[in-house]
T-cell receptor
Framework: DSGVTQTPKHLITATGQRVTLRCSPR?????VYWYQQSLDQGLQFLIQ???????AKGNILERFSAQQFPDLHSELNLSSLELGDSALYFC??????????????FGEGSWLTVV | AQTVTQSQPEMSVQEAETVTLSCTYD???????LFWYKQPPSRQMILVIR??????QNATENRFSVNFQKAAKSFSLKISDSQLGDTAMYFC???????????FGQGTRLTINP
C-alpha cells in the first residue's frame, strides 16, 4: 500500500458527460500528480500541484482540469468525455525538496470507461 | 526532450532464474533520477528501485539491482531468483533534477513461469 488513495476505482460513463476523480496523497506529501495510462499513449504526465498551486503541466486536454485543496487532496475533472478518454488515471504524490530524491508514489488508479 | 526506450516488449523466464530488463534514455541533463516501476495485473504502479545519476554505485533492493551506465545512458534492471509474483509490466522512468515529471518507457511485460 503506497498510502495514496484514489476514488472511485472504477467508473463507467457516457460520452459527453463529466466526471470527477479524487485523490488523497500520502501523509506529509505536498505534491500531487495526475497521470493517464492508455493503450495507445502509454503513461503520460497530465499535471502537478504543489501545496495548492499548479506547478507543472503536461499533456492535459483543455476539457480536463484539476485542483488541489487546502487539505492537500486533489480532484481531476474530466468533461465532455469522448471514447478516447477511456483510460486508467493515476494519482501520485511526493515530498518535493526532500533528500529522498523526489520519489513519486502512485495510487491504485481510477479506471474510466466511456461508452 | 527526454526519451526512454525499453527495447524488449516481452520476456519470459523460469522461476528462480535471473532476468535482465533493458532501458536506455536520451538526455542532455547531467543531474537526474532513474526509476523502475512494476505494474502487476492489479494495475497498481509499484516503485521497485531508484538511482541518482550522481551516484556511481548501482542501487540494490533485495533481489533487484540495476546496472547504471551513465556514459552509455543505460539503466538495466536485474531480478535474481525470480518468483511468480514478479510477473508484471516493468516500466523504466526518467526524471531530471528540479522537475517532478516522470518520463516513462513503453514497458516490458515479464512473465515468470513455474
Amino acid at each position: 500500500d503506497s498510502g495514496v488513495t484514489q476514488t472511485p476505482k472504477h467508473l463507467i460513463t457516457a460520452t459527453g458527460q463529466r466526471v470527477t476523480l479524487r485523490c488523497s496523497p500520502r501523509s506529509g506529501d505536498l505534491s500531487v500528480y495526475w497521470y493517464q495510462q492508455s493503450l495507445d499513449q502509454g503513461l503520460q504526465f497530465l499535471i502537478q500541484y504543489y501545496n495548492g498551486e499548479e506547478r507543472a503541466k503536461g499533456n492535459i486536454l483543455e476539457r480536463f482540469s484539476a485542483q488541489q485543496f487546502p487539505d492537500l487532496h486533489s480532484e481531476l475533472n474530466l468533461s465532455s468525455l469522448e471514447l478516447g478518454d477511456s483510460a486508467l488515471y493515476f494519482c501520485a504524490s511526493s515530498v518535493e525538496g526532500s533528500n529522498s530524491g523526489n520519489t513519486i508514489y502512485f495510487g491504485e488508479g481510477s479506471w474510466l470507461t466511456v461508452v | 526532450a527526454q526519451t526512454v526506450t525499453q527495447s524488449q516488449p516481452e520476456m519470459s523466464v523460469q522461476e528462480a532464474e535471473t532476468v535482465t530488463l533493458s532501458c536506455t534514455y536520451d538526455t542532455s541533463e547531467s543531474n537526474y533520477y532513474l526509476f523502475w516501476y512494476k505494474q502487476p495485473p492489479s494495475r497498481q504502479m509499484i516503485l521497485v528501485i531508484r538511482q541518482e545519476a550522481y551516484k556511481q554505485q548501482n542501487a540494490t533492493e533485495n533481489r533487484f539491482s540495476v546496472n547504471f551506465q551513465k556514459a552509455a545512458k543505460s539503466f538495466s534492471l536485474k531480478i535474481s531468483d525470480s518468483q511468480l509474483g514478479d510477473t508484471a509490466m516493468y516500466f523504466c522512468a526518467f526524471m531530471k533534477q528540479g522537475a517532478q515529471k516522470l518520463v516513462f518507457g513503453q514497458g516490458t511485460r515479464l512473465t515468470i513461469n513455474p
